[in-house]
Structure formats: structure tokens, C-alpha cells
């Protein structure tokens, strides 16, 4: 069973920047997966906005495209998500999973872009 701890969000104004990390650990071989990082704003649906595949490939949602940038750590079984010029629609809870989702979700972290 793989576990996911998500940490870095926090308070930002807009066009602020964070980096999100998120730690995979237990059983599973990582750096086969192909990690997403998603967000769940309130009152809405959990969306993907980034992933990432074993091979390093990228794609992102249209709405993050060009601020946001996921990358990966095989060594330390962790993936980021570099986030630039936030705006206050970025405001949600961070997760990562697989992707698509198969590992349990992880506690995410809440990014909050507000001035």
C-alpha cells in the first residue's frame, strides 16, 4: 500500500509562486508510475493539472498551462509542482496520486492565492 504525503502549500497574493512536494512511501515500485498532481476547489470536483510519466513526459490542464510545472525525483520517491503567477482560481486543496487515481489520497495540502 502506498502512502502520500502532500506538503508546501500555504498563503500567497496573486502572481505568487509555491512549490508543492509530495512523498511517496510503501510498497510499489515509483518510478514506473506515471504521478499526477490534482486540486479540489470548494463546491467542486477533483481535477487533474498536471502528470507526469516514468519517462518524464509532461501534459497539463489548459488553466495551469505555462504557470505550473511538474517534475520529479525518483531517488526520493517525491513529486513537485512548481506553481508561478498564481491567481486567487488557484485556490484549492493539492493532491497527488497516480494518474489515473489508484493509490488512497493522501491528507493534500490547501493553497490559498488571495491579497
Known amino acids: 500500500q502506498v502512502q502520500l504525503v502532500e506538503s508546501g502549500g500555504g498563503l500567497v497574493q496573486p502572481g505568487g509562486s509555491l512549490r508543492l512536494s509530495c512523498a511517496a512511501s510503501?510498497?510499489?515500485?515509483?518510478?514506473?508510475?506515471?504521478m499526477g498532481w490534482y486540486r479540489q476547489a470548494p463546491g467542486k470536483q477533483r481535477e487533474l493539472v498536471a502528470f507526469?510519466?516514468?519517462?518524464?513526459?509532461?501534459n497539463y490542464a489548459d488553466s495551469v498551462k505555462g504557470r505550473f510545472t511538474i517534475s520529479r525525483d525518483n531517488a526520493k520517491t517525491t513529486v513537485y509542482l512548481h506553481m508561478n503567477s498564481l491567481k486567487p482560481e488557484d485556490t484549492a486543496v493539492y493532491y497527488c496520486n497516480r494518474a489515473p487515481a489508484t493509490f488512497p489520497w493522501g491528507q493534500g495540502t490547501q493553497v490559498t492565492v488571495s491579497s
Open positions: 510503501g510498497h510499489g515500485v515509483f518510478s514506473i508510475y506515471t
Open positions: 507526469i510519466t516514468d519517462g518524464g513526459s509532461t
